[in-house]
């Protein structure tokens, strides 16, 4: 009996490893394709990346995008009379983007003024205390 089941048992795991095989092979061959692909899209932003770096053009694309986006939300908020830590928050990334890009002072007085807002909650005191 315990020969049999020697017998049964390394067959047993023969075709088991057999299974395994024939799933781990799609698998394998799947896994290589993904890991081309990702060092395909790894070479494709380093090359946007060097081409956007360099490209005037697309500079100043973003440096005008970036220049429009916080003119109009400053002057969303001056026209409210007060700004929130979220407006701060995001008017305060675009500012520093804008500046790390090369953007000139184009904003900067915008900036300065919206940055003398008073906050939602400060706002609404002086409010209530006329």
Not at 38 to 43: A, D, S, V
Not at 46 to 60: C, L, N, T
Not at 97 to 126: C, K, V
Request: hydrophobic residues 35%; aromatic residues 6%; neutral net charge.
């Amino acid at each position: 009996m315990g020969v049999v089941r020697k017998a049964l048992s390394r067959a047993i795991k023969w075709i088991w490893a057999q299974i395994e095989e024939e799933f781990a092979a799609p698998i394998r061959e799947l896994s290589a394709k993904v890991d081309a692909q990702k060092e395909e899209l790894k070479e494709i932003r380093e090359e946007m990346k060097r081409v956007h770096q360099y490209d005037p053009a697309a500079r100043e694309c973003d440096l005008a995008s970036l220049d429009d986006q916080i003119c109009q939300q400053i002057e969303r908020c001056r026209q409210r009379g007060y700004t929130t830590a979220e407006d701060r928050r995001r008017v305060g990334r675009m500012h520093r983007a804008y500046h790390a890009r090369g953007g000139n002072d184009g904003e900067t007085g915008e900036y300065a003024i919206f940055s003398r807002l008073p906050t939602e909650e400060e706002w609404r005191q002086m409010r209530s205390a006329e």
